[in-house]
């Protein structure tokens, strides 16, 4: 059965799932939609138009469905959607979107967020990602399945973060990200493709031998990076993870792409 503790206040008009436990002090907003067998533990605030999925657990002095950091924003009813299994740690913020930027903020499922990480307004949260302690997402960025953000990393508004990244701790992210790649560094800067990851969801040595000469023929070898490209699109059919890493670049349009260390655009 549900239970709600009685130092809690849940609104009217609220909707509490069947299993879910609402702890103490917390605070449940009238719009908000919690699913079943969710577990806020205690001085959790769930405010706004936010639907939370079922068997999330929210701890303490967690923050979800507050405004946009936008000063465009003007009070109207935009959305969080929060996806299930989700774990959401002290002290997190996520925002509600803005009209501007879709009026949709949604998280994925099984999603880790450590203590003090934040999603901002307008962002799309893939699969099981992990943000670690203070990860930050500006507004309107994308992240991708199975990414990895390090502590006190921080993606600029607009940047992009393709599938299974791996982003290292005390990063200030400023360009898109291919899937399948790792950064690192003060300002992030590619350096390879995050082996550790690809293994773990399964690739084998030859798929990982393909993708990696690849990245060398895009990334490393000599000569201008359009006409580098252009090369490489023939290498598309080859594996599906070239496939998504070409689409990933062509997509491009608010920020630079992410590039080695020593390299840019004309390079």
Not at 94 to 111: A, D, F, Q
Not at 130 to 147: K, N, P, R, Y
Not at 192 to 197: D, F, R, V
Not at 260 to 265: F, I, L, Q
Request: aromatic share 6%; proline share 4%; hydrophobic share 40%.
């Amino acid at each position: 059965m549900t239970t709600i503790d009685p130092t809690a206040r849940v609104e009217d008009g609220a909707v509490i799932g069947e299993g879910t436990t609402i702890g103490p002090y917390c605070v449940v907003g009238r719009d908000v939609v919690i699913g079943a067998n969710c577990k806020l533990i205690s001085h959790a605030h769930v405010m706004g138009h936010t639907t939370v999925g079922d068997d999330c657990t929210v701890y303490p002095f967690a923050s979800l469905g507050g405004a946009p950091q936008d000063l465009s924003y003007r009070g109207e009813p935009t959305r969080l959607q929060i996806g299930a299994g989700c774990t959401i740690r002290e002290g997190v913020t996520m925002n509600v979107g803005t009209v501007k930027g879709g009026g949709l903020t949604r998280v994925g499922e099984r999603g880790f967020f450590m203590n003090n990480s934040h999603v901002g307004h307008d962002c799309v949260v893939g699969n099981d990602v992990i943000f670690a302690t203070s990860a930050t997402l500006g507004g309107h960025c994308e992240i991708g399945d199975f990414v990895y953000i390090g502590g006190l990393s921080a993606v600029h508004q607009f940047t992009r973060v393709g599938s299974q990244v791996m982003i290292g701790g005390v990063c200030g992210v400023r360009g898109d990200i291919i899937p399948f790649g790792l950064a690192n560094g003060q300002y992030a800067r590619l350096e390879g493709l995050n082996i550790i990851g690809m293994r773990r969801r399964k690739f084998t040595r030859e798929r990982l031998a393909i993708v990696r000469s690849f990245y060398q023929k895009l990334f490393e070898a000599p000569g201008v990076f359009s006409e580098r490209l252009s090369a490489v699109q023939s290498l598309a059919a080859t594996d599906p993870a070239i496939a998504e890493i070409l689409r990933f670049i062509e997509a491009g349009k608010h920020r630079p792409l992410c590039l080695p260390s020593g390299r840019n655009a004309e390079d």
